[in-house]
């Protein structure tokens, strides 16, 4: 028999939110359930909506809400008879008054479903929704979380970005859950992040202590990111992978940047997304007089998406805040020399294989674009550091074993002091 720090886990994983090809959270189930599998442990995943499609070999059991955001059918009323289901009401009436109560309801759903299965677990590793079931959880089965980032410098930079009250308000009533995860957080004896910036912001704003938390850094899918031989870099033809409005990914500072930039060496920049069709990045483009120089992907494959990469001079991480920071070490992975803010974990992740300039700084990025399209020797050896930083240092396989780790102490913590 294999000593019991060797041997195979069944851990039981919650997603509330879970494409696993969009948004942070989705990705990040969908790699480490891969790489907690080929460990040789046993992954079961909990997952609200949207459907979830993983590998054969990692189990899903779908969590279904009422879906109320589902961009087919978007704010829709629910029939009574969903209404009549207390969960469905609570999850109603949050979306209605203008909340977000869909961590709060999946935490309850999905503690319906563990208390039936607590035999067929050693852990429940939860992906931030830090609900008050996630709390209950504890009492039936040794419990962790992963918190990427603290959620109040979402909520804080949304505030600070909007003039009018009214808007300022609404902000504050769809952050407010922050209430509950605050509580919830500190009950777990040991939380997983993935950055040391990451652990020193949530500590402090959650108020859980340092000695806590266990870092593991996010994984990039070097099968699918990677240098792609014989497609030439296009000159001047920057990328950026967040085409959002939110302040929080600083694509209006990169927008200033571009009319910052010489006219006599034009640049164009590549946004992988879409845009809201009335949302304000499009009206600052308009603005600004930009639209022949920017150009926005739409929803393109992971096939495309490595092309887009493969063809691109610089990119360019603009947030203003990232917790760890995917889209750094996705470019870095295909050999493409990364120009990032300092924003929350970034440089741990760029190190010295990028240029790093404050955040907020339009100046700062254009000079750092000018810097380098007008010495490419640089660029490359730039490009050629970040692929190498990202072998050594940002692969799902660390990832997991560093998360493996983290759960074999809190199983210990909960065998030596049981929750009350």
């Known amino acids: 028999m294999l000593p019991a720090d060797q041997r195979p886990l069944r851990i039981c994983l919650l997603s509330y939110r879970s494409n696993p090809h969009c948004g942070g959270q989705g990705v990040y189930v969908r790699h ?15 997952a609200g909506p949207p459907s979830l499609q993983l590998d054969p070999d990692v189990a899903v059991v779908p969590i279904p809400g009422l879906d109320l955001y589902n961009p087919a059918d978007p704010f829709r009323v629910p029939s009574l008879r969903e209404l009549s289901d207390p969960v469905n009401l609570l999850e109603w009436l949050g979306v ?49 979380a992963t918190i990427h980032h603290p959620i109040t410098v979402d909520r804080d930079i949304a505030v600070r970005a909007v003039k009018p009250l009214w808007k300022k308000a609404k902000h504050l009533r769809w952050y407010s859950f922050i209430g509950m995860q605050k509580r919830v957080a500190p009950s777990l004896s040991r939380v997983i992040t993935v950055s040391a910036c990451a652990r020193d912001d949530i500590a402090r704003e959650f108020r859980i202590p340092a000695e806590r938390f266990r870092i593991a850094p996010n994984g990039v899918d070097t099968c699918i990111f990677r240098p792609l031989p014989g497609v030439a870099r296009e000159s001047g033809r920057l990328i950026v992978t967040n085409s959002s409005d939110t302040p929080l990914k600083g694509l209006y500072y990169l927008l200033h940047a571009l009319t910052l930039l010489p006219a006599a060496k034009p640049v164009r920049l590549v946004v992988v997304g879409t845009p809201k069709k009335k949302g304000g990045i499009l009206r600052l483009i308009r603005r600004l007089g930009i639209g022949e120089r920017v150009t926005f992907t739409g929803r393109i494959s992971d096939r495309e998406f490595v092309r887009q990469y493969a063809r691109a001079s610089l990119a360019v991480v603009p947030s203003v805040y990232e917790g760890f920071g995917l889209p750094a070490g996705e470019a870095m992975a295909c050999g493409v020399p990364v120009i990032s803010t300092s924003g929350g974990a970034l440089p741990e992740v760029v190190g010295e294989a990028g240029i790093l ?48 780790a983290a759960y074999r102490e809190v199983i210990d913590d909960y065998h030596r002091f049981p929750p009350r």
């Open 357 to 404: 300039v404050p955040p907020r700084s339009a100046e700062a990025l254009a000079a750092a674009i000018t810097t380098l399209t007008e010495n490419p020797g640089r660029a490359a050896a730039l490009g050629d550091a970040g692929y190498r930083r990202v072998q050594a240092h940002f692969t799902w396989q660390r990832a997991a074993q560093k998360t493996v």
């Open 96 to 144: 209605s008054t203008m909340g977000f109560p869909e961590p709060f309801t999946f935490g309850i759903r999905s503690l319906r479903w563990v208390r039936r299965h607590r035999g067929d677990f050693d852990i429940v590793h939860d992906n931030q929704s830090l609900s008050y079931g996630v709390r209950s959880m504890r009492r039936l089965l040794p419990t962790t």
């Open 32 to 46: 480490l359930s891969r790489a907690l599998t080929d460990l040789g442990h046993r992954v079961t995943v909990l």
